[in-house]
């Protein structure tokens, strides 16, 4: 019975991280306009939705666990080139996860603070002022 419901819990835990990044991709998507007359489809992207493109790239190389410690120091300095000076907590734990890689950490001491990064970045993301 602990086994099904350890199973049920991934695939739940999964299931809502797939939820988030669809959501995450959806803000990226150019609006869709139909002509009435014409029935010829327009594209229009504009400044936000490009701006939350650039977001959900950040968002789904923050979250890529696979990456050797020269390329997440190299996204980790993008994000917080991104980061304006509010979000000081976000900027913290950023400074902290490069402080850690540069003295030889091992990545997986740092799932916690990778974990905490990603759930900051995604309120960030999702808030309504910034897109």
């Known amino acids: 019975m602990a ?12 299931a809502k991280q797939q939820r988030l ?6 803000l990226c998507q150019p ?11 327009t594209e229009v992207q504009t400044p936000a939705q490009a701006n939350a493109k650039i977001q959900s790239d950040l968002y789904h190389s923050l979250v890529d666990l696979s990456k050797a410690t020269p390329a997440r120091l190299e996204v980790l300095n993008q994000v917080k080139a ?11 734990l950023l400074t902290r996860e490069e ?3 540069t003295r030889g950490r091992r990545p997986a001491m740092l799932t916690g603070l990778r974990r905490r990064i990603a759930s900051l970045y995604v309120y960030k993301i999702l808030k309504p002022l910034d897109h």
């Open 3 to 14: 086994i099904i419901d350890r199973l049920k819990t991934k695939v739940a835990a999964k």
């Open 21 to 26: 990044e669809d959501l995450i991709d959806s």
């Open 31 to 41: 609006s869709v306009w139909i002509q009435p007359t014409t029935g010829t489809i």
């Open 82 to 92: 991104s980061l304006e000076v509010e979000d000081s907590e976000l900027l913290d």
């Open 99 to 101: 402080n850690l890689l």
